[in-house]
């Protein structure tokens, strides 16, 4: 089956440095890839829909200069959270759009804490 | 904008108790539902979906169908078991390709 990873699964890290999270889908390209962030016992809120080779759409409210996307390749995304800040310890949840069936996956999150 | 509302939790049954979590959507044209599970401490998993009108999706003893006349598409389970306990999220995507909107999630806790 249709696999997208995330790494790392967690991190820990100061307040005022960045840190970059990567998505990868194992198996299939996906020309379109979407981070969401999810707060403790809430849903889902999507952050912003990533495409590859053009630039990031955010949604209302997201920081694009402190969420940094990249979509460099069909089978990579990655999500950098700049000069991060104690309220941006969250659950960052990737998801991928396999190209041939349109079908989505989602990795298993990458748990971030800032200190 | 298209939404999605799910009945809060938490949802508390005994094992073997049928299940029915409601799930009401607003969305323009015809949009896919979805029901997502999220297991403590894991990823999201797709549990079931429907792409169209009176579709049934169904896996691992659930089911859910996608009323168009009643814009619902609620989950349900005969016979629920502790291994059951989970967050539960009723979802949709306008376009196949698209971004999925969330309801809030429904935490279910099964008592043996």
């Known amino acids: 089956g249709a696999v997208v990873s995330q790494h790392p699964s967690w991190v820990i890290c100061k307040s005022g440095t960045s840190v970059k999270i990567e998505c990868r889908s194992l198996d299939f390209q996906a020309t379109t890839m979407f981070w969401y962030r999810q707060f403790p016992k809430q849903s889902l809120m999507l952050m912003a829909t990533?495409?590859?080779?053009?630039?990031?759409?955010?949604e209302q409210g997201v920081e694009k200069d402190k969420f940094l996307i990249n979509h460099a390749s069909l089978t990579l995304s990655t999500l950098t959270v700049t000069s991060a800040h104690p309220e941006d310890s969250s659950f960052y949840i990737c998801?991928?759009?396999?190209?041939?069936?349109?079908?989505?996956?989602f990795g298993p999150g990458t748990r971030l804490t800032v200190l | 904008g298209d939404s999605v509302t799910q009945m809060e939790g938490p949802v508390t049954l005994s094992e073997e108790a049928f299940l029915t979590i409601n799930c009401t959507y607003t969305?323009?044209?015809?949009?896919?539902l979805f029901w997502y599970v999220q297991y403590p401490g894991e990823g999201l998993q797709l549990l079931l979906k429907a792409t169209k009108a009176d579709d049934k999706g169904s896996n691992k003893g659930f089911e859910a169908t996608y009323r168009k006349e009643t814009t619902s598409f609620h989950l349900e389970k005969g016979s629920v078991q502790v291994s059951d306990s989970a967050v539960y999220f009723c979802a949709l995507t306008p376009n196949r390709d698209d971004k999925i909107i969330f309801g809030k999630g429904t935490r279910l806790h099964i008592l043996p």
């Open positions: 969305a323009t044209g015809y949009p896919s």
């Open positions: 990533s495409n590859e080779g053009s630039k990031a759409t955010y």
């Open positions: 998801s991928a759009v396999w190209d041939r069936t349109f079908e989505q996956f």
